[in-house]
């Protein structure tokens, strides 16, 4: 099922959670909201669900498959809503918490209790977790009630399944295998997903496409490989990873920073002024020499070689830091040491002009 | 919390302000608005009927023959008598238990020895017994067929019928009621600045006044209050102990009892006003503590802007 | 010496006079005692003091819970001074309470008048003894379940809204079971403390021997005819009921809050 959110804005007294925002998801598609905390993420998601109603302001609609559901109640929305904190029924056993969604059905509506029964065993199967009916929450890790909980929002087989920060309570290792189960889950049961997360691994990894969020508002949506390779703004790519950041000036579609000058194609008509130029580190080469193609000279300041590439941090001759990561054999090759003087040079930039607008 | 509770501890208070919970989803429903309205009013007039109507009674009742009558009710000297021995009797018991509850807080919370839960269940034991039952323990000690009766009667000395019983029992049922407020604050609070006082070359007696009494003070004015409260009203334990002779033995309860029973409605209400006055004020001053201790915290735990959101 | 002066204390005002009921009662043969509490008098008693304060407790634990309710979801005018006016009955001293709610009740009462013509008699009855022991008894209710209701997690009603609950079913599938432990509680405290409740219930009683005579004032009469111990077997049985519900409510708690503990 489709779903569409038109100019949608929320406030919270007199905080605006949300500014005019719009957002499409196709049917069967797995989306992830990216966004640092009260960036207006989780409300979108709360709104979507229904938990929250968007502001009166004739503008805003939330559309389900074209339909207009503003004005429905959430228990008549058939969202799945998995919490962050899991807000499994303490009370209650497992094989009763994803059976709760059958069970409150109005009588005409309520599958029997062979066919709840049938349901609940399946899903158990699907969350590996069918020798675990009759435990009760706390008698089960953070990611098995997780799963639970999701098992429980699949119970009422929902036309959108939301999830709002769901592995973000979890530890890391936990989190990395329950990434991957949820995504071999959704190629499964193809259900339209929509998952918040402040983890821009998490998001890049999970997700169909990425909507990237700041202060109220949609930074940029995209696939993982269009928001990290074309970030559309600074916020994209200072909050997708490590960057490094060189203050410069924008001259007749040429930037300059520090010593260096490198075309800037898309940026060939805009005017002269300020310009921030964005290079990640494993965007950055290392040689000892210079070698023809442009390059700043640094020094090395500290060299952190746990991992699959070796995280360098240099000093450039002005004074800005500098984060290189290097291929483990490209450092090992060059034999690098604290203290030595290089030349770093960018095999590819992204370049901001703050004043320029289109 | 411990199920011989009497009043809600202060310590207990949770941040009511800051977890202001507005209703779960706010959609356009006909019954989510019509909901809340429906049970506040319920609970209005649940409260309505049941506590400002004999509130208000009191009152009415006592000046319903107008000012005059209300303050001849006044010049009756038995009635002063009653409020002077009830006034005696909270007197004496109030700084005892205060100076109990201190000590037993302390030895509880800053020493380690065996047995402990079961002192705290102790001291809680006065609320579990019926006023009743509390009067009866001691007649049943210095009554003239009691424990102690014949050798008391052969010196000469009155204990029941007499103000000491009456002090005795109010003592009683007014015994834990410093101690258990102190307790769990002075357990929570530790010892860890006392043992830095001392460090810095304090006496004991210097860590106690500098250091834990300003750490304590408003549960000890909470437990005080309460104390008061019970102290000046109480009515069973002391009825059973007193022997009821008029002018002498009568504490302002007991005497608004004998006037009521004389069908002298007027006095027993101006009687019953004076204790109700000091029961609105014991409230005014436990929701203003209430309210003090909730700033402190608050002031000490100030939630960022992040956290809000 | 803090401790020495603590438990000295303790024993000379609690300790020895509450063991002094017990061996008072000793004295008696059990045959003796045994007549004493099961004398038709006294289980008259019985049965109003039990089922007056059940019922009590069983209104506060309805009503009890619909104001803690309001207390701590909505924001209403008033609202402070209604949590501050729930203690009153702590605070009013219970010979006040007791001729007020009479005067109110009585036949020419506020209330009592309209409920003449309808015939039902408030005061002078066993409805009166309800009445001033559901006074009593409210704010142990409130106060118990406040911090349980406050400690709900909004997300548990969400999740059951979003799987299609209405609002009875959240209330009665996963609000009343997580806080039943608390409204246990606060009924049980509620029961006890009308048990032994005197000064509030004597004067709208009536005090008709067999039929609205509680059990406290029956120890008292039988002292003022010098039965010693007849006062003294009764009130025995009291005390150890009152004991048996606290510890059974200590051991609720202990059993609720090892469940808890579990889930943290």
């Known amino acids: ?358 | 919390m411990s199920p011989l509770q009497e009043t809600q501890s202060l310590n207990n208070q949770n941040n009511l302000e800051t977890s202001v919970l507005k209703p779960t989803a706010k959609y356009i429903d006909w019954l989510s608005s019509l909901v809340p309205g429906l049970l506040i009013t319920l609970a209005i007039g649940f409260m309505a009927l049941f506590l400002v109507l004999p509130l208000l009674v009191i009152f009415i009742e006592a000046f319903k023959l107008g000012l005059g009558e209300y303050f001849k009710s006044f010049q009756d000297p038995s009635a002063w008598h009653a409020v002077k021995l009830t006034l005696i009797a909270t007197g004496i018991s109030l700084p005892l238990n205060l100076v109990f509850g201190i000590a037993a807080a302390w030895a509880i919370a800053k020493f380690e020895f065996v047995g402990k839960s079961v002192l705290i269940t102790l001291i809680d034991l006065p609320f579990a017994v019926s006023p009743i039952i509390s009067g009866l323990i001691f007649v049943l000690m210095f009554g003239l067929q009691g424990w102690f009766g014949a050798w008391l009667a052969e010196r000469d000395l009155q204990i029941i019928f007499a103000v000491p019983g009456i002090v005795l029992a109010t003592i009683f049922v007014t015994f834990p009621f410093v101690a258990r407020e102190l307790i769990p604050l002075m357990q929570e609070q530790g010892s860890d600045e006392e043992q830095a006082a001392i460090s810095l070359g304090a006496t004991g007696w210097q860590s106690f006044f500098y250091i834990t009494l300003p750490n304590i003070k408003w549960a000890v004015l909470y437990g005080v209050i309460l104390c008061n409260a019970r102290a000046m009203g109480e009515f069973g334990a002391v009825s059973v102990v007193s022997g009821h002779i008029r002018g002498k033995t009568n504490t302002v309860p007991l005497h608004i009892e004998i006037l009521y029973n004389e069908y002298n409605v007027v006095a027993a209400f101006a009687m019953a006003s004076l204790l109700a006055l000091m029961g609105l004020v014991t409230l005014a001053l436990k929701t203003f503590l209430e309210w003090k201790v909730q700033q402190d915290r608050n002031t000490t735990l100030e939630p960022t802007l992040a956290e809000v959101h | 010496m803090t401790l020495g002066y603590t438990l000295l204390y303790l024993t000379l005002i609690v300790l020895i006079p509450l063991s002094g009921l017990f061996i008072q009662t000793m004295n008696l043969s059990f045959a003796e005692f045994w007549n004493h509490v099961t004398s038709p008098r006294v289980v008259a008693s019985y049965r109003l003091t039990f089922g007056a304060s059940f019922i009590g407790a069983a209104i506060n634990a309805v009503f009890g819970f619909l104001i803690a309710w309001c207390l701590v979801r909505y924001r209403f005018p008033g609202r402070r001074l209604m949590d501050a006016l729930v203690d009153l009955p702590f605070a009013l001293p219970t010979a006040v309470s007791g001729i007020a709610l009479t005067t109110i009740f009585s036949k020419h009462g506020w209330i009592g008048q309209y409920l003449e013509p309808l015939g039902i008699k408030a005061a002078y009855s066993p409805i009166g003894v309800v009445i001033a022991l559901t006074f009593i008894g409210l704010p142990f209710v409130v106060r118990t379940l406040q911090p349980a209701i406050e400690e709900l997690e909004k997300e548990a009603e969400e999740a059951a809204a979003s799987l299609g609950a209405n609002r009875l079913q959240t209330f009665l599938r996963v609000i009343l079971p997580t806080v039943f432990p608390a409204l246990l509680t606060g009924f049980a405290l509620a029961f006890a403390r009308a048990l032994g409740e005197y000064g509030s219930v004597v004067f709208i009683s009536g005090n008709m021997p067999g039929r609205t005579e509680i059990t406290s004032l029956l120890i008292i009469t039988k002292l003022e005819q010098y039965d010693f111990a007849g006062a003294t077997a009764i009130a025995v049985v009291m005390l150890v009921v009152s004991f048996a519900i606290l510890l059974s409510i200590n051991l609720l708690q202990w059993w609720f809050s090892v469940g808890r503990r579990r889930v943290a």
């Open chain 1, 1 to 358: 099922m489709g779903i569409e959110v038109q100019r949608v804005s929320k406030t919270f007294g007199s905080f605006k959670a949300l500014k005019d925002v719009s957002l499409k998801v196709n049917d069967g598609e797995l989306v992830t909201l990216l966004g640092p905390s009260g960036s207006g993420k989780t409300t979108l998601l709360r709104i979507i669900a229904g938990l929250e109603l968007p502001d009166d302001d004739d503008k805003g609609a939330v559309l389900f498959s074209g339909e207009d559901v503003a004005k429905k109640h959430v228990r008549d929305r058939q969202v799945g809503f998995v919490f962050q904190h899991y807000a499994l029924f303490k009370h209650m056993s497992v094989f009763d918490n994803i059976a709760f969604g059958l069970r409150v059905r109005p009588k005409h509506e309520r599958p029997s209790k062979q066919a709840i029964k049938d349901k609940v065993m399946s899903l158990l199967k699907l969350i590996q977790l069918e020798q675990f009916a009759t435990r009760f929450p706390s008698q089960l890790s953070g990611g098995q009630r997780q799963r639970v909980a999701l098992a429980r929002a699949l119970a009422i087989e929902p036309r959108v399944l939301l999830l709002d920060e769901p592995f973000g309570a979890l530890d890391a290792k936990v989190r990395q295998g329950l990434r991957t189960w949820l995504r071999r889950l959704h190629d499964e049961v193809h259900v339209t997903t929509i998952l918040v997360t402040h983890d821009q691994e998490e998001a890049l990894e999970v997700a169909d496409r990425v909507v990237v969020m700041n202060q109220s508002k949609i930074e940029q949506v995209g696939t993982p490989e269009e928001v990290f390779h074309k970030p559309a703004s600074e916020f994209v790519i200072d909050f997708l990873g490590n960057v490094n950041v060189f203050k410069g000036r924008l001259e007749s579609g040429r930037a300059h920073f520090d010593t260096l000058a490198m075309d800037v194609p898309g940026l060939a008509h805009a005017p002269a002024g300020h310009a921030n130029v964005y290079v990640r580190p494993h965007d950055l080469d290392i040689d000892r020499q210079k070698n023809g193609s442009q390059s700043l000279a640094a020094n090395i300041e500290r060299i952190n070689p746990a991992g699959a590439h070796a995280k360098l941090t240099l000093l450039g001759v002005d004074g800005n830091e500098i984060q290189v990561d290097l291929p483990f054999e490209r450092f090992t090759a060059l034999n690098l040491k604290p203290g030595e003087l290089v030349y770093v040079s960018p095999r590819k930039v992204h370049v901001f002009a703050p004043e320029y607008m289109i």
